[in-house]
């Protein structure tokens, strides 16, 4: 019940804007109360009071509104526009791999898209050091050199290991490899959720 009080105050601010919003939109579209009115079956009163804040707005009463000016809801309430969803990572690149990081922050799990050219110029030479590492391939094939394993895998694949075994990743062949890449440098692993048990 607190936090309600708390949040009151801003959504009292909120709900104040979109009286004189309404009534701009509607002025600024040449509509009458009665054409809205007919338009979206709120009474002509109702309308009024909404406009001049008599009446507290409603999702019932905004959404025939926002239908009948062909505007989104949001448009009615002020809601603040959505930030840019575009991710602005630097590429790091190491002769023929490049390396996109999909995570910000710093410290914890790292999440990279690597794109590596063929061929591949290093001599597969297995290193090892502290972390947990999951791989998944998007396109091409990916060569794994883990401990005494030499595996290849083909898009769709996924591999997760202990960074503390020897090991060394690359393409297969010719072809460049698209391969998706989390690591946690202090061990952590990535943890798939499943659905829980029926009881």
Known sequence: MKEQHQDEPELDAVLSGVGPRLRRLRKDRGVTLSALSEATGISVSTL??????????SL??????????EVPLDDLVGAPPV????VRAKPIVHGRKTSLPLTGRP?????YKVVQEAPCDEVPEQR?????????V?????????AEHDLVLAPGEAAEF?????HWFGPVGDDPVEFLSLFGPQGERMHVRAKPKRA
């Open 48 to 57: 009024s009071r909404l406009e001049s804040g008599g009446r507290r707005p």
């Open 128 to 136: 090892t050091h502290e972390g947990y590492e999951w791989l998944y």
């Open 60 to 69: 019932e009463l905004l959404l025939p509104i926002a239908r009948a000016h």
């Open 162 to 166: 202990d960074t503390r075994l020897p």
């Open 83 to 86: 930030g840019d969803p575009r």
């Open 107 to 111: 410290g914890g799990l790292q999440a």
């Open 138 to 146: 998007l396109s091409g094939k990916l060569r794994l050199l883990l």
